[in-house]
């Protein structure tokens, strides 16, 4: 039996990583960047509009988004308190390299669930995609119109059961807040 001299055992580690720092460090897409708009704590007050869903309803929330693994994906927390309770929102966006989007998946503790895509109009995000509301899906849309110093904006969120005719789901407005509250 042949033993490896720690000589050789320390040469191939450096031959390893030095194979491997000349590699290209992988980074986010630039499109992807662009939801750097929403990152931070904001705090949002609106009205979920009545429709097949439910009677209209005055929420107030608190979101969080942050970008994990080395800035590939974005997560959101979500907070919304109304007369019904209270409801938790997490939503993961990531860019798929493939279809050259930005994917976005909400999931909620009521059951309901989001999935689309997001995309840009300037510097304002639309999510897009399909809404499951009680085994249901919905067509939806929506704009988030910032203000001009990124600190504020509006939404207003449309649903579709055909995709022709659309009716107006979500209403709010959203302030961010600097720093994020202690809990």
Not at 22 to 33: G, I, L, T
Not at 34 to 47: A, I, S
Not at 77 to 94: F, I, M, Q, R, W
């Amino acid at each position: 039996m042949q033993r490896i001299s720690p000589l050789f055992s320390v040469l191939i580690i450096c031959f390893v990583t030095l194979a491997q720092s000349q590699a290209p460090v992988p980074r986010p897409d630039p499109e992807f960047k662009k939801l750097q708009v929403v990152v931070g704590h904001w705090m949002e007050v609106g009205e979920y509009k009545a429709g097949p869903w439910g009677p209209a309803v005055k929420i107030k929330g608190e979101w969080t988004y942050e970008f994990a693994l080395n800035g590939f994906v974005l997560q959101g927390h979500c907070t919304e308190k109304s007369a019904e309770g209270v409801v938790h929102y997490l939503e993961v966006d990531e860019f798929d390299a493939i279809t050259k989007k930005i994917v976005d998946s909400v999931a909620s503790d009521d059951g309901s669930r989001i999935s689309g895509s997001i995309i840009f109009s300037g510097k304002n995000p639309v999510w897009v995609g399909t809404f499951v509301i009680g085994g249901k899906p919905y067509q939806f849309r929506e704009p988030f119109e910032l203000s001009a110093d990124l600190m504020s904006g509006t939404a207003k969120g449309e649903f579709s059961e055909d995709g022709k005719t659309w009716v107006p789901f979500f209403e709010g407005t959203f302030t961010k807040v600097k720093p994020a509250p202690k809990k």
